[in-house]
């Protein structure tokens, strides 16, 4: 079970979240890396994961930095009870491929399973964590994200979110407790802008203003 929150802000935004995040001790720097997702949907519509009833995401994502390249595939989905407390509750299945066969797995997916690339998108991710947390920084094409998530091995993952809610002095209310695809298609909306399926840095993007 995955324990996380996320909170959104304007791309300027970036230098002051991560002098926030620099300046707690316990959290380990790991770097900044650029990322690449596609996720698609199950070949059939009966059993598609964007349905009600299961509520998911079928990923395949490269994540590449100066050191190094890899690949994961993961499936995941918000329960019913997600956000029936302060922070997002939600299963996730994740596997790790050769980030060589990353091509190969796109062929197999797309042609063989002929599963359905529902969208794309490209965000950069700066990286903090220890033992007991991991909190990124996501610059997406249309704005930031800032994202608490607690360590799938421990038993008090809320307690730990909360802590660090504190440290950072964030407010649960501030929090946005769906996709980040539904954050992008809400900004569209609210800003006339065309709904993209490849959101990608150089396309005409909605920005959240300050």
């Known amino acids: 079970m995955e324990y996380e929150i996320r909170f959104y802000y304007p791309s300027e935004s970036y230098e002051e979240k991560l002098a926030l995040l620099n300046a707690i001790k316990e959290l380990n720097y790991e770097g900044k ?3 690449i997702t596609s996720q698609f949907d199950h070949p059939c519509k009966e059993f598609s994961f964007y ?42 299945i994740e596997l790790n491929i050769d980030p060589k066969e990353y091509d190969n797995l796109l062929l197999l997916i797309k042609n063989v399973l ?70 992008y298609e809400e900004l569209c909306k609210s800003q006339g802008k065309k709904i993209y ?9 909605p920005k959240i203003d300050k």
Not at 134 to 153: N, R
């Open 114 to 183: 002929h599963m359905k690339e529902i969208e794309t998108y490209e965000r950069y991710r700066t990286k903090f964590s220890n033992e007991e947390v991991e909190i990124v920084l996501d610059e997406y094409p249309f704005g930031l994200a800032l994202e608490i998530e607690a360590a799938k091995t421990l038993t008090n993952q809320e307690e730990v979110i909360d802590k660090y809610i504190k440290l950072l002095g964030l407010d649960y209310q501030d929090a946005y407790r769906l996709s980040w695809d539904d954050k």
């Open 197 to 205: 399926t490849e959101v990608l840095f150089g396309k005409d993007m």
């Open 33 to 35: 890396s650029h990322e």
């Open 51 to 92: 349905s009600q009833a299961v509520d998911g995401r079928f990923r395949v994502r490269k994540t590449e930095n100066e050191n190094s390249s890899k690949c994961l595939v993961s499936f995941k989905r918000r329960l019913k009870d997600t956000t029936a407390s302060k922070v997002n509750k939600e299963e996730e």
